[in-house]
């Protein structure tokens, strides 16, 4: 297993092709499971209401929600007001395999990109602690992931994250600021009508 670093970011891992094509389609399997009981909702922005470009679903006993009022964790669906359905095994295994000293994973955003959709630079700080990492995976379209330092301002690296990769925002990571800036459209066959899906385990709780 191939692990990249960045030499001024210490707790990023980018872990290409973490997981094979086989091992990508049940995972695809398992969220459109996810997706029938969990339907994907369009979130907006706090209040502006502007919508995001993606669109979002989680699964987990937490899942991260954003509307008119804010950014929150919460156990149900928002518009279903069902609880989230369970955290799948796959996700549970990465987790205990990149986040091994950590308290069990607790929520998954389901991130759905149609080829358009991009997500602005921004941290990952709603949770109520940071020990741990984020730990995320691609399925599908590529897309070109940019990361920075834990300020706004300042260098960039970008990289191409591709279906089965995994990244790991841990450490000083933790609280870098991150995008996407574009999906590369048609780039994989694994979803049948294209796009991407990006999946973001977290912990939210302090253990
Ligand atoms: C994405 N990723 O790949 C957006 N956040 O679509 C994230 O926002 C992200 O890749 C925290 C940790 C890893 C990530
Ligand atoms: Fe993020």
Redesign the pocket.
């Known amino acids: 297993m191939q692990e990249i670093t960045l030499p001024g970011l210490s707790g990023f891992r980018y872990l290409p092709g973490y997981f094979d094509r086989a091992r990508q389609e049940d995972l695809v399997e398992t969220i459109r499971k996810i997706l029938t009981e969990a339907p994907l909702f369009q979130p907006v922005m706090p209040r502006t209401g502007k919508p995001f470009s993606v669109r979002m679903s989680n699964c987990g006993p937490l899942g991260w929600v954003s509307d008119i009022n804010g950014y929150r964790y919460q156990a149900t669906h928002p518009v279903t007001s069902r609880p989230w359905p369970p955290m799948p095994q796959m996700l549970t295994e990465l987790w205990q395999t990149v986040a091994p000293d950590c308290p069990p994973v607790e929520a998954c955003l389901i ?1 759905f ?1 149609a080829p358009e959709a991009k ?1 602005g630079l ?1 941290q ?1 700080r709603d949770e109520d602690t940071f020990d741990a990492p ?3 995976v ?1 399925l599908g379209d590529t ?1 070109t ?1 940019r990361i920075g330092g834990t300020s706004r301002k300042g260098p960039t690296t970008s990289m191409r ?1 591709a279906s089965g990769d995994v ?1 790991v ?1 841990g450490g000083e990571a933790r609280l870098a600021y ?3 800036d574009r999906i590369l459209k048609g780039s994989s066959t694994l979803l049948k009508n294209g796009g ?1 899906i ?1 999946l ?1 385990l977290r912990r939210v709780t302090k253990g």
Request: glycine residues 4%; charged residues 10%; proline residues 0%.
């Open positions: 991130n990109y997500m921004h990952d984020v730990v995320s691609s897309a992931f994250l990244v925002l991150h995008g996407i991407r990006n973001t």
